[in-house]
């Protein structure tokens, strides 16, 4: 070792100003200002109180050395709340936010200074911190987390620049009135605002059509819906789905409450002007918690580059929220898109058919899914979700040609994975159509392959909770999946069946309360007819509570008069048969005809 070096184990806090440049380009003067005060009035005394030295600052970051873990945690959660507290009376686009990383690690130090992978690490778990917050490498928290009591957040592990192997991340944020992390609503929603996500996470809201013509709502629908595919395919973002972000759809909108209804910090909002063969989509990123726009731009492009303006929108979105992902992650985000532009378009008039759950809509959906797939054979999104709409016809009776049904079903989603192995939608569809003939194993990995796909993939977690209870029999495994789909789309307007089928799977557990409770929240859906108010009447049938059961079975048959057990079990095709049977059961205890 050189000459007046030595190593010895410390507490390292790296700590940085967020938005620094822009807080300096808008005013320079009154920015350094108040870091110097914030410095001398605060952190540099609370450093000082703690037992800790400032070893270098770098403009808007400083370097801390301490000689206890538990006194730098103590004194950057001291310094976080302070700033919050100096911070309510300021502006919000004027005030000085820190985020700080904390690492318990091997040092060298040289003079005042120090140096080693342990700075960097600290370094580094600045970067993955929320402003106001801190984030703890998992060698500082198994120090600090049986001394302190402090709610930490799991945030996982994380490959980070110059370091072999993954930093595993604990984050922590101060309450405040913009940012608090309120307790989660649960699966079941209600007025308690949702709690924000570990990692960035973003609703995009439907885009405005601005062309004057209503037939061209189909396109602005689609811009949006491609972008919000696009940025689910990042495993490092959590996406709101489509259907729910998609319910503010012609209201004007508060950013705010929507980050609170939908439990996001970014929205995006944007506009569509299509004249002719030209196009201008507009789109710009906010804040919801404070309403900054944190960047806006604007695409003008012919028609024939449509797809490039959106890879360029969905790639200044992922820059602006995630500067951390790398260019394999930018890759994959571009999925294929159809090489008719027409294509395109009816696959997106079939999806807005295809989310209201009726034959009439149902058969519009296929009609439309077919003409997307005469324009473009090679279309393997329309493939999908033809054969998911097919298999629909089989569940929801829309059909009485079940096998023929199936067999469709199954020939286009295995034509779908051909064309493209990493479209979601495809996997979702041919392990649905393995759930008809009975082959559980591989209808749960093809839904396991389509949230590998997309984690953000509300519909593919849904799919999977639902083969494990309805295929394997599985109900205690499915749970999780079923909860991860209603986060992922709070208010999705399918949401009713999750709720549905979730409150199946704890009726067959024997969670009879529970059950009742979902099964009562899906019943308060326009769109389910008499399926949610026969799997309530189960769930109160075999909970003891025969008269509310029996009232159930009356509104369900008002809607459904010829409904009776026998019906039910040729409907579920492939169902396990002891969940059939629990199922079953619990219909005739309710009062169900056979």
Request: aromatic letters at 8%; proline letters at 3%.
């Amino acid at each position: 070792m050189v000459e007046g070096t030595q190593r010895r184990l410390a507490a390292i806090v790296s700590a940085d100003v967020v938005g620094y440049s822009r807080l300096m380009g808008a005013d320079e003067i009154g920015t350094l200002a108040a870091l110097n005060a914030h410095r001398s009035e605060l952190i540099d005394l609370l450093v000082a109180k703690h037992g800790g030295r400032i070893v270098k600052t770098t403009g808007d970051g400083l370097l801390l050395e301490f000689p206890s873990i538990v006194t730098a945690v103590e004194c950057s959660v001291a310094v976080q709340n302070g700033m919050t507290e100096r911070n309510a009376a300021v502006e919000d686009n004027e005030a000085l936010r820190f985020r700080v990383g904390v690492h318990l690690g091997d040092i060298i130090v040289e003079g005042d200074d120090i140096f080693g992978d342990g700075v960097n690490v600290a370094a580094r778990l600045e970067g993955l911190s929320e402003p106001n917050g801190l984030a703890l490498s998992d060698d500082a928290y198994r120090q600090v987390r049986d001394r302190m009591d402090i709610d930490w957040q799991d945030g996982g592990e994380h490959e980070v620049k110059n370091i072999v192997r993954p930093v595993h991340v604990w984050r922590w944020s101060p309450r405040s009135a913009l940012e608090t992390v309120h307790d989660a609503a649960g699966p079941l929603g209600g007025n308690s605002p949702l709690s924000l996500p570990d990692k960035p996470s973003i609703a995009v809201l439907p885009f405005d059509n601005m062309s004057g013509d209503p037939e061209q709502e189909f396109f602005a629908d689609g811009i949006a819906e491609d972008v919000i595919t696009a940025l689910s395919r990042f495993s490092s973002l959590f996406v709101i789905a489509r259907n729910s972000s998609f319910t503010y759809k012609g209201q004007a909108v508060d950013i705010a409450k929507v980050g609170r209804d939908l439990g996001v910090r970014y929205v995006v909002e944007g506009s569509v002007r299509k004249a002719g063969n030209r196009v201008r989509i507009t789109a710009q990123l906010i804040d919801a918690a404070s309403g900054n726009h944190l960047w806006a731009d604007r695409f003008d492009g012919a028609l024939d580059d449509v797809f490039d303006l959106q890879d360029q929108i969905t790639e200044k979105i992922i820059v602006a929220v995630a500067p951390e992902v790398e260019a394999r992650e930018r890759d994959r985000a571009r999925r294929k898109q159809p090489n008719n532009l027409d294509a395109w378009g009816f696959l997106q008039r079939g999806l807005s058919h295809s989310y209201r759950l009726n034959k009439t809509d149902n058969d519009e959906a296929i009609r439309l899914f077919r003409e997307a797939i005469v324009l473009d054979p090679r279309f393997a999104a329309a493939h999908a979700h033809l054969a998911y709409a097919v298999w629909s016809t089989i569940s929801f009776g829309f059909t009485e040609d079940i096998a023929e049904a199936a067999a469709g079903a199954r020939s286009m989603a295995e034509t779908a994975v051909t064309l493209d192995a990493n479209e979601p939608m495809a996997h979702l569809a041919l392990g649905r159509t393995y759930l008809l003939t009975s082959e559980i194993e591989m209808a749960l990995a093809e839904n396991h392959k389509a949230i590998a796909i997309n984690a953000n993939f509300a519909r593919g977690h849904h799919g999977l909770g639902f083969a494990y209870y309805y295929g394997a029999g599985q109900a205690e495994s499915a749970l999780p999946h079923f909860d991860a789909a209603l986060r992922l789309s709070p208010r999705d307007p399918w949401r009713w069946i999750t709720l549905m089928v979730k409150g199946s799977a704890l009726r067959f557990l024997g969670r009879y309360d529970a059950a009742i409770e979902h099964c009562q929240q899906a019943c308060l859906s326009t769109d389910g007819g008499h399926l949610p108010l026969l799997n309530l009447a189960a769930a109160l049938a075999v909970a003891g509570r025969k008269n509310e059961a029996s009232l159930a079975v009356v509104r369900a048959m008002q809607i459904r008069p010829s409904f009776t057990i026998s019906d039910f079990r040729n409907r579920l095709v492939g169902m396990n048969e002891v969940c059939l049977d629990h199922y079953a059961s619990s219909l005739r205890k309710a009062g169900v005809p056979e």
